[in-house]
């Protein structure tokens, strides 16, 4: 099991939801994370 469920908006939070209404109803809810992770400071700096 999961410690915990990320998604990237509000939206996504709310689809969440209304997908997996069972988990809703226990109470698991989705922590949105944003601003998301900026994935370009793992880019390499080129030479």
């Not at 698991?28 to 992770?37: D, S």
Request: aromatic residues 12%; proline residues 6%.
């Amino acid at each position: 099991m999961a410690d915990v469920i990320l998604v990237n908006s509000k939206f996504t939070a709310t689809t969440f939801a209304n997908t997996f209404k069972k988990l809703h109803a226990r109470g698991i809810h989705p922590v949105v994370l944003y601003p998301a992770v900026n994935v370009y400071q793992f880019d390499k700096p080129h030479s």
